[in-house]
């Protein structure tokens, strides 16, 4: 009887040791599982866990590194450079083996931001022709899964999708009309990581210790400090069931009259682990990306943002956000692509409507200063109604000429015109622009549009414009010693003014003027 007890112990034991890992199994995080794509022509870290003093090899494309874990149980090797092509199979040896199968080398872009990065090609334009066009096997893309964290994790959530027709619908728009421009020009394997979520703010994004450094930031910080010190939790819940249970009569008092119901209040978050807090979706979404391998970036972000007089700093928050991405990869200054807001709301009715809006556009538009960065000009694929306009493919497409022009020397033009420069002689204005390919040109063969010019009243009325070869020449009556040009400057503008390749002229204004700024 004492035998029989004993072997089943053992026999159950055994299973039981069998069914779990160990501790010295090798583990890998999600970027590196099937279907993946690493980046070409440069060394590129595989990392991992596995027990401390345990020999990790790693062998892909005839490349192979060793190494021994840290005190921690991490381990990172660095290989290659790895020349375009594929597939192959990662090989991570050490107590254990791990087969990562239908590995691609080509190019990886890392694409962020809010909900129009999130955006879905299943919610795009002609989604049913871009569903039976999908097949496209050498591009691929991992969503990283939600995650919202008070410090830097190691871990996400994920796994990497072959674009067909059966999985196109759920890729970020964005990203997949970027990486097809590219994958149609460059003719190589495309990997596409989105690490996107809905309705968040830059500062989200960002690591805590920049935004720490800049003054300007404090306030925001310390906002978010106040929010945390005073949450009363039951207080929060109660003001949320008072909420819902008065939506629930005007629902239902809609319903009864066929009309829309108004918006569901929103469950109390936290705000310790609100997505919002600075550095939570950093801590969360990107440092445990870090440090894949990635040619560059492309970022959809900003209407969060436009809210009010906080909108001015958007500029400062996405210089900071870009110098810490690049600081924390470890890769260069890598090329960093952003879209500027397109167009939104009520078509503009005064020559200048200081928003939010046009002010993030602006902080865009002076990020420009800094190395390697590009900005897709949407300001004529907006919609006055929908916060996240179908035309995807335009955005995409964008994105991808700055990408093939300045990252792979396609010889393109590849932005809308951008202004570089103002003077004032006589009654007139003269502008100067960049980008204007074989020169200016209105989109609709109209008279040019969307100037407005002030003298030192600083009062703008709208303003006649003639385009003279790169320049444009703008005027008005009642103005006799101008100052000072804004162009699109509000958030719906009536604009038409193009390069030869038919990109729009991105926003901007020649005076730094301090004035209240409306929300939008």
Request: proline letters at 7%; charged letters at 20%; a neutral charge.
């Amino acid at each position: 009887m004492r035998r029989h007890l004993l072997i089943a112990f053992v026999s159950a034991t055994l299973t039981i040791l069998f069914a779990l890992p160990t501790m010295a199994d090798v583990t890998l995080p999600c970027v590196f599982s099937d279907h993946m794509v690493l980046q070409r022509d440069k060394p590129v870290a595989v990392w991992g866990w596995a027990e401390k003093g345990e020999k990790v090899t790693v062998t892909v494309a005839g490349k192979t590194a060793s190494t021994k874990p840290n005190a921690d149980g991490r381990w990172t090797v660095s290989i290659g450079p790895l020349p375009a092509g594929g597939p192959h199979k990662l090989l991570v040896q050490g107590a254990n083996t791990i087969t990562v199968n239908d590995v691609l080398v080509g190019e990886v872009w890392l694409c962020s931001g809010q909900s129009n990065m999130a955006m879905t090609v299943s919610r795009a334009k002609d989604f049913d022709a871009e569903k039976k066009a999908a097949t496209w096997p050498k591009i691929r893309m991992l969503t990283v899964a939600r995650q919202s964290v008070e410090k830097p994790v190691l871990k996400c959530e994920g796994d990497w999708k072959i674009c067909e027709p059966e999985t196109v619908g759920g890729f970020s728009a964005t990203a997949y009309f970027f990486g097809r421009t590219l994958h149609e020009e460059l003719g190589v394997p495309v990997g596409l990581i989105t690490s996107a979520w809905g309705g968040t703010a830059v500062e989200a994004w960002t690591s805590i210790e920049p935004q720490e450094s800049k003054k300007e930031l404090k306030p925001l910080l310390q906002s978010w400090e106040n929010q945390i010190a005073t949450y009363d939790p039951p207080a929060a819940k109660a003001r949320y069931e008072k909420q819902l249970a008065a939506w629930k009569v005007k629902a239902a008092q809609a319903k009864a009259a066929g009309k829309k119901a108004p918006r569901q209040p929103r469950a109390p978050v936290d705000p310790k682990i609100s997505q919002n807090r600075p550095a939570n979706l950093f801590n969360g979404m990107i440092q445990p990306l870090i440090p894949y391998g990635i040619r560059g970036a492309i970022w959809y972000q900003g209407e969060r943002n436009s809210h009010g007089e906080p909108s001015a700093l958007y500029g400062l928050q996405l210089q900071t956000l870009i110098t810490d991405w690049r600081t924390r990869f470890g890769q260069g200054d890598f090329p960093f692509f952003f879209v500027q807001l397109p167009n939104f709301l009520k078509p503009q009715e005064q020559p200048s409507e200081h928003t939010g809006w046009v002010m993030v556009r602006e902080g865009m538009l002076k990020t420009l200063d800094l190395d390697n960065t590009g900005m897709a000009i949407t300001i004529d694929v907006g919609e006055e109604k929908d916060i996240h306009p179908k035309d995807k493919q335009a955005v995409g497409q964008r994105l991808g000429l700055w990408g093939l022009a300045t990252v792979y020397e396609k010889d393109l033009v590849y932005s809308g015109p951008i202004c570089k420069a103002s003077e004032a002689q006589g009654n007139k204005m003269i502008l100067a622009f960049d980008h204007v390919g074989d020169g200016l040109k209105t989109s609709d063969e109209e008279a040019v549009k969307g100037f407005a010019i002030a003298g030192r009243d600083k009062k703008f009325v709208w303003a006649e414009a003639e385009i003279d070869g790169n320049q444009v020449i703008v005027s008005a009556k009642e103005v006799k010693k101008p100052v000072a040009v804004r162009y699109a400057w509000a958030n719906n503008p009536s604009v038409n003014l193009v390069n030869s390749a038919g990109l729009p002229a991105s926003p901007f204004r020649t005076d730094d003027w301090v004035e209240p700024i409306a929300a939008r």
